[in-house]
Protein backbone atom coordinates (compact mmCIF):
# COMPACT_ATOMS: atom_id res chain seq x y z
CA UNK A 1 0.00 0.00 0.00
CA UNK A 2 1.54 3.44 -1.46
CA UNK A 3 0.72 6.61 -0.80
CA UNK A 4 -0.19 8.32 -4.66
CA UNK A 5 -1.30 11.04 -3.59
CA UNK A 6 -1.96 13.84 -1.12
CA UNK A 7 -3.99 16.74 -0.72
CA UNK A 8 -4.26 20.14 1.27
CA UNK A 9 -8.37 20.73 1.65
CA UNK A 10 -9.01 23.93 3.08
CA UNK A 11 -12.64 24.93 3.36
CA UNK A 12 -15.05 27.31 5.89
CA UNK A 13 -18.15 25.45 6.69
CA UNK A 14 -18.81 27.77 9.74
CA UNK A 15 -15.27 28.11 10.41
CA UNK A 16 -11.66 27.07 8.77
CA UNK A 17 -10.50 23.73 8.59
CA UNK A 18 -7.35 22.53 6.59
CA UNK A 19 -7.99 18.88 5.93
CA UNK A 20 -4.99 16.47 4.37
CA UNK A 21 -6.28 13.96 2.24
CA UNK A 22 -4.21 10.80 1.54
CA UNK A 23 -5.08 8.24 -1.65
CA UNK A 24 -3.29 5.16 -1.73
CA UNK A 25 -2.53 3.19 -4.73
CA UNK A 26 -5.28 0.99 -3.99
CA UNK A 27 -7.61 3.04 -3.58
CA UNK A 28 -8.48 4.00 0.13
CA UNK A 29 -8.64 7.62 0.94
CA UNK A 30 -7.23 8.47 4.70
CA UNK A 31 -7.70 12.13 6.14
CA UNK A 32 -6.39 14.36 8.47
CA UNK A 33 -6.64 17.67 9.89
CA UNK A 34 -3.81 20.11 10.46
CA UNK A 35 -6.06 23.11 11.54
CA UNK A 36 -4.03 25.55 13.87
CA UNK A 37 -6.77 28.61 14.33
CA UNK A 38 -5.48 31.77 12.51
CA UNK A 39 -2.41 30.89 11.04
CA UNK A 40 -4.48 28.05 8.73
CA UNK A 41 -2.51 28.73 5.34
CA UNK A 42 0.78 28.71 6.97
CA UNK A 43 0.36 25.09 8.03
CA UNK A 44 -1.87 24.21 3.99
CA UNK A 45 1.70 25.52 2.28
CA UNK A 46 3.76 23.52 4.79
CA UNK A 47 2.00 20.59 3.92
CA UNK A 48 1.22 21.32 0.24
CA UNK A 49 4.89 22.53 -0.42
CA UNK A 50 6.93 20.91 1.64
CA UNK A 51 5.78 17.56 3.06
CA UNK A 52 2.93 16.20 -0.33
CA UNK A 53 5.96 16.06 -2.51
CA UNK A 54 8.03 13.51 -0.34
CA UNK A 55 5.67 11.41 0.57
CA UNK A 56 4.33 9.86 -2.33
CA UNK A 57 5.65 6.51 -3.26
CA UNK A 58 6.13 5.65 0.60
CA UNK A 59 4.92 3.19 2.05
CA UNK A 60 1.28 3.95 3.64
CA UNK A 61 1.93 1.42 6.20
CA UNK A 62 5.02 2.99 8.21
CA UNK A 63 3.32 5.21 10.54
CA UNK A 64 5.71 5.85 13.05
CA UNK A 65 9.10 5.35 10.35
CA UNK A 66 7.30 8.22 8.33
CA UNK A 67 6.66 10.24 11.89
CA UNK A 68 10.34 10.20 12.52
CA UNK A 69 11.62 10.92 9.03
CA UNK A 70 9.03 14.11 8.98
CA UNK A 71 10.04 14.87 12.56
CA UNK A 72 13.79 14.19 12.58
CA UNK A 73 14.44 15.13 8.65
CA UNK A 74 13.23 18.50 8.94
CA UNK A 75 15.72 19.54 11.22
CA UNK A 76 13.78 22.46 12.53
CA UNK A 77 12.09 19.84 15.53
CA UNK A 78 8.58 20.67 17.31
CA UNK A 79 6.72 24.13 16.59
CA UNK A 80 2.50 24.15 16.48
CA UNK A 81 2.84 24.80 11.88
CA UNK A 82 5.03 21.64 12.44
CA UNK A 83 3.58 19.53 14.76
CA UNK A 84 0.48 20.35 13.12
CA UNK A 85 1.54 19.08 9.52
CA UNK A 86 3.13 16.05 10.39
CA UNK A 87 -0.15 14.95 13.02
CA UNK A 88 -2.13 15.66 9.73
CA UNK A 89 -0.21 12.70 7.88
CA UNK A 90 0.16 10.43 10.92
CA UNK A 91 -3.69 10.66 11.47
CA UNK A 92 -4.26 10.09 7.70
CA UNK A 93 -1.70 6.79 7.83
CA UNK A 94 -3.68 5.61 10.94
CA UNK A 95 -6.93 5.93 9.17
CA UNK A 96 -5.33 3.91 6.08
CA UNK A 97 -4.28 1.60 8.12
CA UNK A 98 -7.11 0.84 9.65
CA UNK A 99 -9.60 1.16 6.90
CA UNK A 100 -6.82 -1.74 5.38
CA UNK A 101 -7.74 -3.84 8.44
CA UNK A 102 -11.23 -3.72 8.15
CA UNK A 103 -11.70 -2.23 11.80
CA UNK A 104 -12.32 0.91 13.34
CA UNK A 105 -9.00 3.02 14.60
CA UNK A 106 -9.52 2.03 17.98
CA UNK A 107 -9.38 -1.26 17.56
CA UNK A 108 -5.86 -1.20 16.11
CA UNK A 109 -4.90 1.22 18.96
CA UNK A 110 -5.07 -2.33 21.71
CA UNK A 111 -9.22 -2.36 21.48
CA UNK A 112 -11.90 -0.70 23.85
CA UNK A 113 -10.60 0.40 27.07
CA UNK A 114 -14.11 1.48 28.56
CA UNK A 115 -17.95 1.18 27.33
CA UNK A 116 -18.46 4.99 26.18
CA UNK A 117 -16.26 8.39 26.25
CA UNK A 118 -17.78 10.92 28.89
CA UNK A 119 -17.58 14.40 27.59
CA UNK A 120 -17.81 18.09 29.10
CA UNK A 121 -19.91 20.98 27.77
CA UNK A 122 -19.32 24.58 27.32
CA UNK A 123 -21.83 26.85 29.64
CA UNK A 124 -21.51 30.28 28.97
CA UNK A 125 -23.37 33.71 30.11
CA UNK A 126 -22.93 37.39 29.66
CA UNK A 127 -24.14 37.03 33.67
CA UNK A 128 -24.97 34.44 36.02
CA UNK A 129 -28.49 33.97 35.25
CA UNK A 130 -27.79 33.53 31.18
CA UNK A 131 -24.74 31.18 32.62
CA UNK A 132 -27.26 29.13 34.62
CA UNK A 133 -29.63 29.03 31.82
CA UNK A 134 -27.08 27.58 29.59
CA UNK A 135 -25.61 25.36 32.41
CA UNK A 136 -29.24 23.94 32.37
CA UNK A 137 -29.33 23.52 28.66
CA UNK A 138 -26.42 21.11 28.64
CA UNK A 139 -28.34 19.07 31.38
CA UNK A 140 -31.05 18.11 29.01
CA UNK A 141 -28.73 17.36 26.28
CA UNK A 142 -27.46 14.99 29.07
CA UNK A 143 -23.89 16.81 30.21
CA UNK A 144 -22.80 15.77 33.64
CA UNK A 145 -19.76 17.80 33.30
CA UNK A 146 -19.58 21.70 32.36
CA UNK A 147 -17.11 24.41 31.60
CA UNK A 148 -18.65 27.31 33.07
CA UNK A 149 -17.58 30.61 31.80
CA UNK A 150 -19.32 34.12 32.63
CA UNK A 151 -18.16 37.90 31.80
CA UNK A 152 -16.64 39.94 34.45
CA UNK A 153 -18.78 42.55 35.72
CA UNK A 154 -17.76 45.78 34.77
CA UNK A 155 -15.60 44.47 32.01
CA UNK A 156 -18.08 42.78 29.94
CA UNK A 157 -16.97 40.36 26.82
CA UNK A 158 -15.08 37.36 28.50
CA UNK A 159 -13.01 34.31 27.36
CA UNK A 160 -15.35 31.57 26.21
CA UNK A 161 -18.55 34.20 26.31
CA UNK A 162 -20.27 34.90 23.18
CA UNK A 163 -21.97 38.34 22.42
CA UNK A 164 -25.58 38.44 21.84
CA UNK A 165 -26.33 37.42 18.08
CA UNK A 166 -23.63 35.44 17.58
CA UNK A 167 -24.81 31.93 17.45
CA UNK A 168 -22.22 30.11 19.55
CA UNK A 169 -19.16 30.75 21.43
CA UNK A 170 -16.58 31.06 18.23
CA UNK A 171 -12.98 32.34 19.70
CA UNK A 172 -11.68 33.02 16.34
CA UNK A 173 -14.02 36.04 15.16
CA UNK A 174 -12.44 39.13 13.53
CA UNK A 175 -10.45 40.21 9.80
CA UNK A 176 -7.99 41.33 12.66
CA UNK A 177 -8.45 40.50 16.14
CA UNK A 178 -10.98 41.63 18.14
CA UNK A 179 -9.18 43.58 21.41
CA UNK A 180 -10.35 42.54 24.54
CA UNK A 181 -10.43 44.27 27.63
CA UNK A 182 -9.02 42.62 31.01
CA UNK A 183 -8.86 42.81 34.57
CA UNK A 184 -6.83 40.32 36.67
CA UNK A 185 -8.72 41.60 39.81
CA UNK A 186 -12.04 42.13 39.31
CA UNK A 187 -11.66 38.53 37.29
CA UNK A 188 -10.35 36.96 40.38
CA UNK A 189 -13.11 38.05 42.62
CA UNK A 190 -15.75 37.32 39.89
CA UNK A 191 -14.72 33.49 39.98
CA UNK A 192 -15.66 32.73 43.35
CA UNK A 193 -19.06 34.30 42.85
CA UNK A 194 -19.80 32.22 39.55
CA UNK A 195 -18.57 28.51 41.57
CA UNK A 196 -20.79 29.39 44.56
CA UNK A 197 -23.72 30.36 42.54
CA UNK A 198 -23.49 27.05 40.47
CA UNK A 199 -23.09 24.82 43.49
CA UNK A 200 -26.08 26.01 45.37
CA UNK A 201 -28.04 25.82 41.81
CA UNK A 202 -26.95 22.46 41.07
CA UNK A 203 -25.52 20.78 43.76
CA UNK A 204 -22.53 19.03 44.48
CA UNK A 205 -22.68 15.93 41.88
CA UNK A 206 -22.36 18.66 38.69
CA UNK A 207 -18.92 18.19 37.21
CA UNK A 208 -17.91 21.96 36.86
CA UNK A 209 -14.49 23.52 35.08
CA UNK A 210 -12.95 26.38 34.20
CA UNK A 211 -10.90 28.11 32.02
CA UNK A 212 -8.94 30.33 32.93
CA UNK A 213 -6.71 31.33 29.48
CA UNK A 214 -3.36 31.38 30.20
CA UNK A 215 -4.45 35.20 32.48
CA UNK A 216 -2.90 34.95 35.38
CA UNK A 217 0.46 35.46 37.49
CA UNK A 218 1.22 32.40 39.03
CA UNK A 219 0.70 33.48 42.69
CA UNK A 220 -2.97 35.23 41.36
CA UNK A 221 -3.61 31.34 40.22
CA UNK A 222 -2.34 30.04 43.17
CA UNK A 223 -5.18 32.46 45.26
CA UNK A 224 -7.91 31.59 42.50
CA UNK A 225 -7.26 28.09 42.97
CA UNK A 226 -7.24 28.55 47.04
CA UNK A 227 -10.65 30.69 47.19
CA UNK A 228 -11.94 27.75 44.84
CA UNK A 229 -11.35 24.72 46.83
CA UNK A 230 -14.91 24.42 48.85
CA UNK A 231 -16.78 24.40 45.44
CA UNK A 232 -14.43 21.55 44.76
CA UNK A 233 -14.20 22.48 40.52
CA UNK A 234 -13.13 19.54 38.43
CA UNK A 235 -10.49 21.68 37.35
CA UNK A 236 -8.59 24.86 36.71
CA UNK A 237 -6.94 25.36 32.90
CA UNK A 238 -4.34 26.89 31.98
CA UNK A 239 -4.34 29.21 35.23
CA UNK A 240 -1.09 30.93 33.74
CA UNK A 241 1.05 31.02 30.41
CA UNK A 242 1.71 27.42 29.57
CA UNK A 243 5.18 27.92 28.10
CA UNK A 244 6.06 28.71 31.76
CA UNK A 245 6.65 25.03 33.29
CA UNK A 246 7.66 26.18 36.75
CA UNK A 247 4.85 28.97 37.32
CA UNK A 248 2.29 25.44 37.53
CA UNK A 249 5.10 23.98 40.13
CA UNK A 250 4.33 27.17 42.38
CA UNK A 251 0.64 27.46 41.71
CA UNK A 252 0.26 22.95 42.89
CA UNK A 253 2.18 23.74 46.38
CA UNK A 254 -0.87 26.36 47.30
CA UNK A 255 -3.58 24.85 45.76
CA UNK A 256 -5.11 21.12 45.96
CA UNK A 257 -7.54 21.82 42.77
CA UNK A 258 -6.91 19.90 39.69
CA UNK A 259 -5.09 21.63 37.45
CA UNK A 260 -5.13 21.14 33.55
CA UNK A 261 -2.83 22.30 30.43
CA UNK A 262 -1.49 21.84 27.35
CA UNK A 263 -3.71 22.92 24.66
CA UNK A 264 -0.99 25.05 22.98
CA UNK A 265 1.41 22.17 23.40
CA UNK A 266 2.51 20.77 20.44
CA UNK A 267 5.59 17.83 22.03
CA UNK A 268 6.02 15.63 24.77
CA UNK A 269 9.40 18.15 25.45
CA UNK A 270 6.85 20.48 26.51
CA UNK A 271 5.52 18.65 29.35
CA UNK A 272 8.58 17.27 30.81
CA UNK A 273 8.62 19.35 33.84
CA UNK A 274 5.08 19.45 34.87
CA UNK A 275 5.45 15.25 34.55
CA UNK A 276 8.50 15.35 36.82
CA UNK A 277 7.16 17.83 39.12
CA UNK A 278 3.90 16.47 39.41
CA UNK A 279 2.21 19.89 39.09
CA UNK A 280 -0.45 18.69 36.52
CA UNK A 281 -3.74 16.27 36.49
CA UNK A 282 -4.85 16.66 33.26
CA UNK A 283 -3.32 16.87 29.17
CA UNK A 284 -5.19 19.23 27.21
CA UNK A 285 -3.30 18.39 24.00
CA UNK A 286 -5.10 17.85 20.80
CA UNK A 287 -4.07 15.03 18.65
CA UNK A 288 -4.59 17.70 15.51
CA UNK A 289 -1.65 20.09 17.48
CA UNK A 290 0.83 17.63 19.39
CA UNK A 291 1.97 15.16 16.42
CA UNK A 292 -1.10 13.45 15.53
CA UNK A 293 -1.88 10.10 17.32
CA UNK A 294 1.74 9.11 17.36
CA UNK A 295 2.56 12.03 19.23
CA UNK A 296 -0.05 12.13 21.81
CA UNK A 297 0.09 8.87 22.48
CA UNK A 298 3.70 9.48 23.49
CA UNK A 299 3.15 12.42 25.85
CA UNK A 300 0.19 10.28 27.33
CA UNK A 301 1.89 7.19 27.94
CA UNK A 302 4.45 9.35 29.71
CA UNK A 303 1.85 11.02 31.87
CA UNK A 304 0.14 7.69 33.20
CA UNK A 305 3.52 7.03 35.02
CA UNK A 306 2.49 9.30 37.21
CA UNK A 307 -1.65 8.98 37.34
CA UNK A 308 -1.77 12.13 35.34
CA UNK A 309 -5.16 11.71 32.79
CA UNK A 310 -6.19 12.83 29.04
CA UNK A 311 -8.24 15.77 28.38
CA UNK A 312 -8.18 16.04 24.75
CA UNK A 313 -8.90 19.55 23.37
CA UNK A 314 -11.85 19.80 21.44
CA UNK A 315 -12.85 22.97 20.23
CA UNK A 316 -14.53 23.90 17.19
CA UNK A 317 -11.47 24.69 15.58
CA UNK A 318 -10.14 20.69 15.60
CA UNK A 319 -12.25 19.72 12.47
CA UNK A 320 -14.23 16.50 12.73
CA UNK A 321 -11.35 14.70 11.47
CA UNK A 322 -9.47 15.70 14.33
CA UNK A 323 -12.15 15.38 16.64
CA UNK A 324 -12.75 11.30 15.49
CA UNK A 325 -8.82 10.82 16.01
CA UNK A 326 -9.42 11.83 19.59
CA UNK A 327 -12.37 9.41 19.99
CA UNK A 328 -10.39 6.75 18.98
CA UNK A 329 -8.04 6.82 20.94
CA UNK A 330 -9.63 8.05 24.18
CA UNK A 331 -11.61 5.09 23.75
CA UNK A 332 -8.71 2.75 23.95
CA UNK A 333 -6.51 4.95 26.31
CA UNK A 334 -5.78 3.40 30.06
CA UNK A 335 -5.71 6.80 31.45
CA UNK A 336 -8.43 8.21 29.59
CA UNK A 337 -9.99 11.40 31.79
CA UNK A 338 -12.60 13.30 29.96
CA UNK A 339 -13.22 14.60 26.46
CA UNK A 340 -13.52 18.40 25.76
CA UNK A 341 -17.24 18.61 23.51
CA UNK A 342 -17.84 22.13 21.56
CA UNK A 343 -20.52 21.18 19.35
CA UNK A 344 -19.59 22.16 15.50
CA UNK A 345 -22.30 24.24 13.58
CA UNK A 346 -24.86 22.30 11.28
CA UNK A 347 -22.77 23.90 8.35
CA UNK A 348 -19.22 21.61 8.83
CA UNK A 349 -21.14 18.54 8.78
CA UNK A 350 -21.92 19.33 5.43
CA UNK A 351 -18.33 18.73 4.71
CA UNK A 352 -17.71 16.54 6.80
CA UNK A 353 -19.79 13.05 7.37
CA UNK A 354 -19.31 11.72 10.83
CA UNK A 355 -19.15 7.84 12.43
CA UNK A 356 -18.67 9.19 15.78
CA UNK A 357 -22.31 9.94 17.87
CA UNK A 358 -22.69 11.93 21.30
CA UNK A 359 -26.14 10.96 23.53
CA UNK A 360 -26.34 11.19 27.22
CA UNK A 361 -23.02 13.08 27.92
CA UNK A 362 -21.21 10.45 26.24
CA UNK A 363 -19.21 9.80 22.83
CA UNK A 364 -18.86 6.53 21.07
CA UNK A 365 -16.04 7.05 17.61
CA UNK A 366 -18.73 4.10 15.58
CA UNK A 367 -17.70 1.42 14.10
CA UNK A 368 -16.89 2.35 10.81
CA UNK A 369 -13.38 1.14 8.96
CA UNK A 370 -10.59 4.00 10.02
CA UNK A 371 -11.65 6.91 11.65
CA UNK A 372 -15.24 6.87 10.03
CA UNK A 373 -14.95 10.20 8.72
CA UNK A 374 -15.11 11.10 4.87
CA UNK A 375 -15.19 14.45 3.23
CA UNK A 376 -17.12 15.92 0.19
CA UNK A 377 -14.64 17.73 -1.84
CA UNK A 378 -17.24 19.15 -4.00
CA UNK A 379 -19.41 20.43 -0.66
CA UNK A 380 -15.89 21.75 0.38
CA UNK A 381 -15.50 24.41 -2.43
CA UNK A 382 -18.65 26.03 -1.59
CA UNK A 383 -16.96 27.06 1.61
CA UNK A 384 -13.64 29.64 0.49
CA UNK A 385 -11.64 30.24 3.53
CA UNK A 386 -12.47 33.38 5.33
CA UNK A 387 -9.51 35.26 7.00
CA UNK A 388 -10.39 34.54 11.35
CA UNK A 389 -8.10 35.58 13.92
CA UNK A 390 -8.70 35.09 17.68
CA UNK A 391 -8.50 37.99 19.93
CA UNK A 392 -6.12 40.05 22.03
CA UNK A 393 -6.42 40.87 25.24
CA UNK A 394 -5.45 44.27 26.82
CA UNK A 395 -5.29 45.17 30.29
CA UNK A 396 -7.15 48.45 31.00
CA UNK A 397 -3.76 51.05 30.85
CA UNK A 398 -3.70 49.27 27.02
CA UNK A 399 -0.78 46.49 27.85
CA UNK A 400 -1.14 43.71 25.55
CA UNK A 401 -2.45 41.08 28.44
CA UNK A 402 -1.43 37.13 28.26
CA UNK A 403 -4.11 35.31 26.35
O1 LIG B 1 -9.25 29.10 22.87
O2 LIG B 1 -9.39 26.38 20.60
O3 LIG B 1 -10.29 24.86 25.99
N1 LIG B 1 -10.49 25.39 24.96
C1 LIG B 1 -10.01 26.57 24.55
C2 LIG B 1 -10.30 26.95 23.12
C3 LIG B 1 -9.18 27.75 22.49
C4 LIG B 1 -9.26 27.70 21.00
C5 LIG B 1 -8.00 28.31 20.37
O4 LIG B 1 -7.97 28.00 19.03
O5 LIG B 1 -9.38 27.26 25.32
O6 LIG B 1 -11.50 27.65 23.04
CO1 LIG C 1 -8.68 25.99 26.94
Known amino acids: MKIASADVVISSPGRNFVTLVLKTDDGLVGLGDATVNGRELAV????????????????????????????????????????????AVDVALWDLKAQAAGLPLYQILGGRSRNAIRAYGHAYGTDLDELTDSVRALLEQGFGAVRVQVSTPGIGGGYGVAEAGDGGYEPARGQRPVEEPFDPGRYVRSVPAMFDK?????????????????????????????????????????????????????????????????????????????FADQSIDYVRSSVTHAGGITGLRRILDMAAVGQVKSAIHGPTDVSPVGLAAALHLDLALHNFGIQEFMQHVD?????????????????QPGERPGLGVSL????????PYRAAYLPVGRLLDGTVHDW
Open 198 to 274: LRNTFGPELDLLHDVHHRLTPIQAARLGKSLEGYAPYWLEDVSPAENQAALRLVRQHTTVPLATGETFNSVFDYLQL
Open 44 to 87: ASYLRDHVAPILIGRDAHAIEDTWQYLYRGAYWRRGPITMAAIA
Open 376 to 383: DARAAERF
Open 347 to 363: LTFEVFDVGYSFANGYF
